[in-house]
């Protein structure tokens, strides 16, 4: 009788929780150098979320030893977590964070998809309460420095933010996550008729 036990297989480490633990360590820092340390840090750890690599993760790893002097408490290194994930190649990149979650809850908005040249075949799905679809179209294209924006559709509702959320869960394994599209949030690679029924089936 073979007693041999298979190797128990290893966790997947999420990068994007391991960022948050980063992002979460920003409401523990006050004073000026403090936020400043926690800033670069924050970026350093982004920055590996876009390009996962062991360089950059050595520019982290520097980066957050200078934070962990102003960051009491904090002995565990974040920097480690990243590393081992990215040695194994053992990784996921999941973004599930929700503003709706995060205690963003208006009575009333708006439902819009976009899309953009720059992304062939993908949409963006959001909630916001600007009046204006259009100025808060530019304002995104502005700040990813996007060609274009193609409003597909945009709908009055009540609660947005709670159907949002409940409309990219729906979609949750068409969601793209930042190796796929630097700083993604809210992207899915779906049909723009496909995003559309889906928004006026919420409203």
């Not at 298979?6 to 480490?13: N, S, T």
């Not at 809850?105 to 439902?111: E, I, M, S, V, W």
């Not at 062939?120 to 304002?139: M, N, Y």
Request: some cysteine; proline content about 3%.
């Amino acid at each position: 009788m073979n007693s041999h036990k298979e190797p128990k297989a290893m966790k997947q480490i999420n990068l994007y929780e391991t960022y948050r633990k980063v992002k979460q360590r920003i409401n523990k820092s006050s004073g000026k150098i403090k936020k400043s340390a926690a800033e670069k840090a924050t970026k350093a750890a982004k920055d590996i979320l876009d390009r996962p690599t062991l360089k950059l993760v050595d520019k982290f790893r520097k980066i957050e030893q200078e934070w962990r002097l102003y960051a009491h408490g904090n002995s565990v290194s974040i920097a480690d977590e990243f590393e081992k994930a990215i040695r194994s190649k053992n990784y996921i990149i999941e973004q599930n964070y929700s503003s709706h979650a995060a205690g963003w809850n208006p009575k009333t908005g708006y439902l819009y998809c976009f899309s953009t040249r720059d992304y062939p075949g993908f949409v963006k799905i959001g909630a916001t309460t600007r009046l204006c679809i259009e100025k808060r179209a530019e304002e995104y294209r502005v700040r990813r420095k996007l060609s274009n924006i193609k409003i597909i559709c945009a709908y009055q509702t009540e609660n947005p933010s709670k159907k949002e959320a409940e409309i990219h869960e729906c979609l949750r394994e068409y969601k793209v996550y930042p190796l796929k599209i630097r700083k993604s949030n809210e992207w899915f690679k779906i049909s723009q008729k496909r995003a559309k029924l889906l928004i006026q089936s919420k409203i």
